[in-house]
């Protein structure tokens, strides 16, 4: 689903509300443009919401973040389709880099945790994740049930969630040390990162439709206002 329209012409606002400082309500960027159209609309409301200023960013595009961004939303799409594009990108690479460790929150998913691992495909990505992607011809697709394995950006250890799995590609390795989820339906495996130098990074296959806990979106946002950044 394409749900980044709509986090828009709050650039400005965000930009001049003393977020750059983590004022009471700090900007975070949510990733758009053809790699990344999967997101849910909901998600940039629930932000705001919860107190936060939201703008999209393209990042084939965009060679830096909006100005004062204090905490990023990548969500889903196609980044294995640009990932050449994604890696000529190398400043925006490097921006989000700086941005994660100075420990400004980031949660990534599906598409968003590949463009955090180090490699797709042979072609450079964020690095910010110790791990590399590869497209395979095996479709995973299906709703699961998880549970928050330890504490992070966006979820307290023991939230249990239900998401969906929707891609072709493949982890070496599978998961984190500190694992993002562990599944409990329909089969039992751990899943995704919890990563960052501060625990920053929340990155994992799993679609999980925030509006079902809200308590994640305010997680991120107060993790946004708190952050060393």
Do not use: K
Not at 3 to 12: K, V
Not at 19 to 34: D, E, F, K, Q
Not at 194 to 209: K, T
Request: aromatic share 6%; hydrophobic share 40%; net charge neutral.
């Amino acid at each position: 689903r394409s749900g980044t329209s709509g986090t828009g012409g709050t650039a400005a606002a965000g930009a001049n509300t003393g977020a750059s400082g983590g004022g009471s309500r700090p900007l975070i960027a949510v990733a758009g443009g053809p790699a990344f159209t999967f997101a849910y609309a909901e998600h940039a409301e629930l932000l705001r919401a919860a107190g936060a200023e939201t703008v999209s960013f393209d990042p084939l595009r965009d060679e830096t973040l909006p100005e004062g961004t204090r905490g990023l939303v990548i969500g889903g799409g196609f980044p294995e389709v640009y990932g050449p594009q994604l890696a000529e990108n190398r400043r925006l690479r490097s921006v989000v880099r700086e941005l994660v460790a100075a420990g400004g929150p980031v949660a990534a998913e599906c598409g968003g945790l590949l463009y955090l691992c180090r490699e797709l495909d042979g072609a450079r990505m964020c690095g910010v994740l110790d791990g590399t992607a590869r497209m395979t011809e095996q479709l995973t697709l299906g709703y699961r049930e998880a549970v928050a394995v330890g504490d992070s950006v966006l979820a307290p250890a023991g939230l249990r969630v239900r998401g969906h799995e929707f891609h072709r590609t493949a982890l070496s390795p599978g998961a984190g040390d500190e694992p993002a989820w562990g599944l409990v339906r329909p089969e039992r495996r751990r899943e995704g990162f919890v990563g960052g130098p501060y625990g920053n990074v929340h990155a994992s296959y799993l679609h999980v439709h925030w509006a079902a806990a809200p308590s994640m979106a305010r997680r991120l946002v107060e993790g946004c206002r708190t952050c060393p950044r």
